[in-house]
């Protein structure tokens, strides 16, 4: 599980430089004089990436105090920082943010997450930002429960690429790796007996592939998006699972 944590890890670490790279040859390009040297705003784009992967996977890990204070966080930001071409989208984000991290219920926590992924979208449609990710490989194959999780997680980062880029592809191969082959409730407890709710659970997530294949719009890919990390906690909780961060 080690070597699959670290290219999991790796790959993130590589999306945050690609976008940068992406970002902030805009700001070159359009003769911007007012932003922060390279290294600083760089380092700004990483800590708003994995900051919002932060409160994506301590939902996941059922944590929803972690994810709210991630959120809170990533309201802190200083507009004044980033260029003055930036100044709109970014206080959006900001304030998007803000407003996200009073979220109450898990769900309302969840559908804030999702929420979160599009700001960053709309963030980077505002200052014409297509930002290129590292290729992925097919999601693993195999039945046991190790490979099914894998997938789940595969399924789960595309999504959420799919939402932040935003690239309906992405949102799309992620979808179908969901659906694909459903977990069986025995395989999902490493072969002990479950509950007939974690078999209902089971079942879910592969019809929020489903009908995520289907979606179209931001705000229906955000309430998806928000179900599926809602059961993927609640499934973790009964299951005494916690599981491991990228």
Request: proline content about 5%.
């Amino acid at each position: 599980m080690s070597s699959m944590h670290n290219t999991h890890k790796a790959r993130h670490a590589a999306t945050v430089w690609v976008l940068w790279s992406t970002l902030f040859g805009l700001v070159v390009g359009t003769g911007c004089d007012d932003a922060e040297p390279e290294d600083e705003l760089a380092l700004r784009m990483d800590d708003h990436f994995f900051g919002a992967m932060t409160a994506r996977d301590a939902l996941v890990a059922g944590d929803d105090v972690r994810a709210r204070r991630a959120l809170a966080e990533l309201a802190e930001l200083d507009v004044t920082v980033y260029p003055a071409s930036w100044a709109d989208p970014v206080e959006a984000f900001r304030a998007t943010c803000a407003r996200l991290s009073k979220a109450d219920s898990r769900l309302d926590v969840a559908l804030a997450v999702g929420q979160l992924a599009n700001a960053c979208a709309r963030c980077h449609r505002a200052v014409d930002a297509h930002p290129a990710l590292e290729p992925s490989t097919r999601w693993p194959a195999g039945d046991d429960a190790s490979s099914h999780m894998l997938r789940h997680q595969w399924a789960a980062d595309r999504m959420w690429e799919g939402l932040m880029v935003p690239d309906s592809a992405l949102w799309v191969s992620g979808a179908e790796a969901l659906a694909d082959a459903p977990l069986t409730p025995r395989a999902s407890a490493s072969k002990r007996a479950v509950a007939p709710s974690v078999s209902d659970l089971a079942r879910k997530v592969h019809t929020i592939g489903e009908h995520s294949s289907a979606a179209t719009t931001p705000a229906q890919r955000a309430q998806l998006y928000a179900e599926l990390l809602v059961t993927c906690a609640s499934c973790h909780e009964q299951l005494a699972v916690t599981p491991e961060e990228p």
